[in-house]
């Protein structure tokens, strides 16, 4: 893996996690939510100004496994696809499996926990300024 601090290349807008992430965060970062200020719209609300992550110890799933050569079953088409960030240079289709993190099962794990399968975005987790 090449990914280091400051790179943030999967960093984008628009993340949603599931609630008891979002509640991790919650508990963890309560001042950076109350009163610090999201990234500018265009790249995740966590970043820093140095393309660093602000809450990485506390970062949801969906964060944890960028970058890393994952695949996937698709079950109606019974076809397995697999992705790798481009700056780790790796020819993913020539790993083994166990090379690879399979996504679905830990997703399940998440869901089961949550119940209701409702999603946050990470912007929303910032106090809204000026609001009441």
Not at 5 to 12: F, H, K, N
Not at 55 to 76: K, S
Request: hydrophobic content about 40%.
């Amino acid at each position: 893996m090449v990914c280091a601090r400051g790179c943030s290349g999967c960093c984008v807008d628009e993340i949603t996690v599931f609630e008891v992430e979002a509640d991790r965060i919650r508990l963890g970062a309560p001042a950076l939510l109350a009163s610090g200020s999201p990234h500018p719209p265009g790249r995740c609300a966590f970043l820093g100004s140095e393309g660093e992550c602000r809450i990485y110890a506390l970062r949801p799933y969906v964060c944890r496994t960028q970058g890393l050569p994952l695949r996937w079953i698709d079950d109606f088409e019974a076809v397995e696809y697999r992705d790798v960030c481009s700056l780790n240079a790796i020819a993913v289709e020539t790993l083994e499996v166990e090379e690879c993190w399979t996504i679905g099962e830990t997703e399940e794990r998440l869901a089961a926990l949550q119940g209701d399968g409702k999603r946050v975005r990470l912007r929303d987790l910032f106090a809204v300024k000026g609001a009441r």
